[in-house]
């Protein structure tokens, strides 16, 4: 007995031992660089890409995630206006690699034909070419995908007296092909051209069967596609690898430029009048191929008004003099498709929401300006329904169209300040309309803006 306790004992020290000497355990990895994420907290059109700008002076990388080329950010450098809508916005400054995500859908000729317009317009996109990687899981939208877009709306206003209102990019069609996993992707183009062709006239014919009208040039589509393939090879990485080595080499400042915003994104925006890709912090992950982890600053940016361009609910929405006003002191305009963006009142319940889900580390609050004439400024804090305050943003469409808004009523300033370039050079009042919005939202307010140049942009801390 005491044999064979001595023997398993030893057996046990062995055990040890070897665990100790032989097998260590591996440490937890290095988290390494975290990403700095700028999100739309509204409908879109919110001014992220000033936002992104003025970041993007100190970093090194700067990433797009989802969408393609339905959304709009403008940037002004030295007097130029540049429209971006597929490249990352922050390519404007020359030291940037842009990197263009898996998550994102591109349509070839819009991404050439947007980076030379801008390069007509000035110097900033010098050498884009050369700065800008694709991932290669990147889908890519093909010419019958908007023109699917277009039929689809056009059915959906034949069928229902509505349609959704999108951008006719193609952007819902081709997120509908790689969810029903018939898509095409950047690595299919380059990998085998022949293959990639007998997958597009698929594809084309599959459409071709759903919406019989339709017209598709598929030998001329895959001429055009072929004449690109020598263009984007020198461009196209794989993804996964890229933003791994950026993330766990030297030290980086890598910034994520979110598209559309909280209110569009597929799963939390007013479905179903929203895009088709998460437009939410998650889709920084799962459109770059970024672990969790790796995600630092979320910075939420909130018009000092709310805008949204089309069709759907809009609680705080001014049809009247007031929404004018907004309209054309804020020329609210939409960068994409050129139509009118319906104006009302900030709406904190709608952007409350957008920081449940996207947890903002702070805010930056954009275009205070266009409020200096108003005498009084009303501020939505609570929805009602039925008599019956509500704690939470409806999912219902159609019971977000019966909301009845709780305003609270402040007093403007009436007095210009778009010089303004430190906090106390602000209006009392406008001071009061911004630490009004931190305490209600719980969440600090980074950046003010009062104008469209970088230099309009207050930084409180």
């Known amino acids: 007995m005491s044999e064979s306790r001595s023997s398993q004992s030893s057996g046990e020290q062995a055990c040890r031992a070897g665990t100790n000497d032989e097998d260590p355990r591996v440490a937890a990895p290095n988290v390494g660089n975290k990403v700095t994420v700028v999100l739309g907290a509204q409908w879109g059109d919110e001014g992220k890409g000033k936002v992104v700008d003025l970041l993007a002076q100190d970093a090194d990388i700067v990433c797009r995630c989802q969408g393609g080329n339905n959304a709009g950010h403008t940037v002004v450098v030295d007097s130029v206006e540049y429209d971006f809508h597929l490249l990352p916005s922050g390519i404007i400054n020359p030291r940037v690699t842009a990197f263009i995500g898996n998550g994102v859908v591109i349509h070839l000729p819009g991404l050439f034909e947007e980076a030379e317009k801008n390069l007509r317009k000035g110097k900033g996109l010098d050498g884009w070419e050369k700065r800008l990687i694709i991932s290669d899981r990147a889908h890519i939208v093909f010419d ?5 877009d277009g039929v689809q709306e056009q059915q959906r206003q034949q069928q229902e007296g509505k349609n959704l209102g999108t951008t006719k990019k193609g952007i819902g069609p081709v997120y509908s092909a790689k969810a029903a996993r018939s898509g095409l992707r950047i690595c299919d183009l380059l990998s ?77 925006g007013t479905y179903p009048f929203v895009t088709s890709s998460n437009c939410t912090v998650g889709g920084v992950c799962t459109g770059l191929g970024t672990p969790p982890h790796n995600v630092g600053e979320v910075f939420g940016v909130v018009k000092a008004y709310t805008t949204r361009v089309g069709i759907g609910a809009f ?92 305003y609270e009523t402040l007093p403007g300033w009436n007095s210009d300040t778009s010089c303004a370039r430190t906090f106390e050079e602000l209006p009392e009042n406008a ?31």
């Open 144 to 148: 019958f995908h908007q023109a699917v």
């Open 192 to 268: 085998d051209f022949q293959a990639f062709s007998e997958r597009y006239k698929i594809l084309a014919q599959q459409y071709k069967s759903m919406y019989p009208t339709l017209e598709v040039d598929i030998d001329g589509e895959l001429e055009k596609l072929q004449v690109y393939v020598d263009r984007i090879k020198p461009m196209v990485r794989d993804g996964v690898y890229f933003m791994y080595e950026a993330l766990h080499g030297p030290p980086k400042n890598i910034l994520v430029e979110g598209a559309n915003a909280a209110l569009l994104d597929i799963d939390f």
């Open 431 to 461: 001071q009061r309309y911004v630490r009004f919005i931190e305490k209600h939202l719980e969440v600090p307010v980074k950046w003010i803006g009062v104008g469209k140049s970088r230099e309009s942009m207050i930084q409180l801390f």
């Open 315 to 406: 609680p705080s929405e001014q049809n009247n003099e007031i929404g004018e006003l907004l309209q054309s002191r804020g020329r609210e305009v939409g960068v994409t498709t050129g139509r009118k963006r319906r104006c009302g009142w900030l709406d904190l319940v709608l952007v409350k929401y957008a920081h449940m889900i996207n947890g903002f580390t702070a805010i930056a609050l954009t275009k205070l300006d266009i409020l200096d004439l108003f005498a009084e400024i009303k501020v939505g804090v609570a929805y009602k329904v039925d008599n019956m305050t509500i704690p939470y943003f409806p999912a219902n469409h159609e019971i977000l169209h019966k909301v009845e808004v709780q």
